[in-house]
Structures are given as C-alpha cells and as structure tokens.
C-alpha cells in the first residue's frame, strides 16, 4: 500500500525556518514529480512547490525565493526548506505526486507562523 508521511511542521515565528519531510513508499512515488501542497484553515488545498524526477523543481508565487524543493531518491523522501516564514505560511502541509495526486493523501504536517 502506497503511504504518504509528513513531518517536520510546528509552530515559529515570523522570520524564522522549518524543514518539512515526506517519505513515500511505492513506486509511483519513486517515478513520479512530486509537490507540497499546503491547505490554510477555510481555504482550498493548493500547490506550494514540485520537483521532477530528475530533480528540477518549480515553486508557486507564495513561495518563491524562500521555500526550496529536494529530493532524495534513495531514501524516498521529499523535503521542504522554509525560510523567511510569514503568519500567510500557516496551513497544513501535504505530499503528493504532481500536477495530478495519486496517492492517497496523508495526515500532513501542521505550520503556525506566529509570534
């Protein structure tokens, strides 16, 4: 069964940094671009950054210049780097392949910015 885990959110304040982990398991994440997602309280669920199998990444508006994609194929995991965070950053934080999730959404990892 192919499973999403996410870890590494909590609470910071503005200005400051966290590293969001995803492991999967499966092929389909092994051989699939993969993005972060991130869903505020009332809000759609939307797209924050990709990475391609390869490991070109691509990042939204929201997220350009402070946030940075990799990938570690060995150990099936996708990570997150967050800097300059803002109190707009907070939203829980999911994985899955992109453009299109296939994989069944996991439990995703909480992000409050606030001082």
């Known amino acids: 069964q192919v499973q999403l885990v996410e870890s590494g959110g909590g609470l910071v304040q503005p200005g400051g940094s966290l590293r969001l982990s995803c492991v999967g398991s499966?092929?389909?994440?092994?051989?699939?671009?993969i993005g972060w997602y991130r869903q505020a309280p009332g809000k759609q669920r939307q797209w924050v950054a990709k990475?391609?199998?390869?490991?070109?990444?691509s990042y939204a508006d929201s997220g350009k210049g402070r946030f940075t994609i990799s990938r570690d194929n060995a150990e099936n995991t996708v990570s997150l780097q967050m800097d300059s965070l803002k109190p707009e950053d907070t939203a829980v934080y999911y994985c899955?392949?992109?453009?299109?999730?296939?994989?069944?959404w996991g439990q995703g990892t909480p992000v409050t910015v606030s001082s």
């Open positions: 990475i391609t199998t390869g490991g070109s990444s």
């Open positions: 899955n392949t992109f453009p299109v999730p296939l994989i069944q």
């Open positions: 499966g092929s389909v994440f092994r051989s699939s671009d």
